[in-house]
């Protein structure tokens, strides 16, 4: 029997407030990124750039969530998940998610010093594309890739 995963779902304008409160707990935040994924939730906004998917407690309120942007290649620009809700496979939830629901191949960007990280990221099926020293300050970086699911 498959692991059973929390739930996932697509972001919407009222969870604003709980992902700006998740969005500290990542060591590199990009406020603008998350704002800008924010505002392309309402319907008024006609170009969406960015996928934003949260995973929820019982309450319906995001613990987690996920930023991808990209049309075409997609990227992961974060992935946060609430101190008291980790270790609940809440970040493998997500990726899945992202990587699940795309026809194109996902990519993200990781610390080579950051082993629980690039270990999540193996255990949901991503591989090393590339190694690129400029990418963080204090360690090499490296380039996942995890090619889209088969689903049959």
């Given at each position: ?5 929390p739930?996932?779902?697509?972001a ?5 407030a709980?992902?700006?409160r998740?969005?500290?707990?990542l ?5 603008t ?14 170009i ?17 969530y996920l ?11 974060e992935l ?5 809700h ?12 992202v990587?699940d629901?795309?026809?194109d ?7 080579s ?16 594309a ?14 996942l ?8």
């Amino acid at each position: 029997m498959a692991p059973q995963h929390p739930p996932v779902r697509l972001a919407r304008e009222n969870d604003a407030a709980a992902l700006r409160r998740l969005q500290p707990h990542l060591s590199e935040p990009s406020p603008t990124l998350l704002s800008t994924a924010i505002a392309e939730l309402s319907d008024s906004v006609p170009i969406q750039t960015s996928r934003l998917l949260v995973t929820p407690d019982s309450d319906d309120r995001p613990v987690g969530y996920l930023l991808a942007v990209g049309d075409g290649p997609i990227h992961i620009a974060e992935l946060a998940v609430a101190p008291d809700h980790r270790r609940e496979g809440r970040a493998t939830a997500l990726l899945i998610g992202v990587c699940d629901g795309s026809t194109d191949p996902v990519t993200v960007h990781v610390a080579s010093t950051n082993d629980p990280a690039r270990s999540l990221y193996r255990r949901v099926g991503f591989v090393e594309a590339e190694r690129s020293p400029e990418l963080f300050e204090d360690s090499e970086g490296i380039t996942l890739r995890c090619t889209p699911f088969k689903t049959e």
